[in-house]
T-cell receptor, first 113, second 113 residues
Framework: KQEVTQIPAALSVPEGENLVLNCSFT??????LQWFRQDPGKGLTSLLL?????REQTSGRLNASLDKSSGRSTLYIAASQPGDSATYLC????????????FGKGTTLSVSS | DAGVIQSPRHEVTEMGQEVTLRCKPI?????LFWYRQTMMRGLELLIY????????DSGMPEDRFSAKMPNASFSTLKIQPSEPRDSAVYFC???????????FGEGSWLTVV
């Protein structure tokens, strides 16, 4: 059974720092991996989607990498801002037809000004 | 474009009462997902539909939970009878095909007292 783990559970950094959030998964046979952001009291917003054949995806200050063989993904946030404070969730989709996303529990990021 | 629309946003009900949560997916999306989020367990997939047909309901906790999708633009998740341990945020999400980017609603916050 696929399990997704995110470490650390919480992270506090001062504004301007570059930071890395980690995600690991137990079954490397994935179809794709997706990073989400969740603000308090809100739903999830998709940030980046990496297909299994890709190594990384970039959007603005965000860069997500995927190492399928080792079961790891990282989300790199450059020049962090207070507005980046949120919970970041990683989710993987298995490499079988008709499977849905399996989520990690997330990393709660706090960026202080 | 309107996103995934869920109702009610908040519901407080007494144990034993029936609860019905509603979801309107994004127009044109043919996959619909129901997730439950709690502090202890994170985001758990309850059930998902593809082309209005339930594909995987293995996450539905017990017979008290049922979900329907009578047409492409509407789905319900029903809990009968409700129990305090059902208190959680219930998210509906949709995508075009199961494996593409998934879009979440704002969630229905359920409290059973």
């Amino acid at each position: 059974k696929q399990e997704v783990t995110q470490i650390p559970a919480a992270l506090s950094v001062p504004e301007g720092e570059n930071l890395v959030l980690n995600c690991s998964f137990t079954d490397s046979a994935i179809y794709n991996l997706q990073w989400f952001r969740q603000d308090p009291g809100k739903g999830l917003t998709s940030l980046l989607l990496i297909q299994s054949s890709q190594r990384e995806q970039t959007s603005g200050r965000l860069n997500a990498s995927l190492d399928k063989s080792s079961g790891r993904s990282t989300l790199y946030i450059a020049a962090s801002q207070p507005g980046d404070s949120a919970t970041y969730l990683c989710a993987v989709r298995a490499n079988q037809a008709g499977t849905a996303l399996i989520f990690g529990k997330g990393t709660t990021l706090s960026v202080s000004s | 474009d309107a996103g995934v629309i869920q109702s009610p946003r908040h519901e407080v009900t007494e144990m034993g009462q029936e609860v019905t949560l509603r979801c309107k997916p994004i127009s044109g999306h043919n996959s619909l997902f129901w997730y439950r989020q709690t502090m202890m367990r994170g985001l758990e997939l309850l059930i998902y539909f593809n082309n209005n047909v339930p594909i995987d309901d293995s996450g539905m906790p017990e017979d008290r939970f049922s979900a329907k999708m009578p047409n492409a633009s509407f789905s319900t998740l029903k809990i009968q009878p409700s129990e305090p341990r059902d208190s959680a945020v219930y998210f509906c999400a949709s995508s075009f095909e199961v494996r593409n980017t998934i879009y979440f609603g704002e969630g229905s916050w359920l409290t059973v007292v």
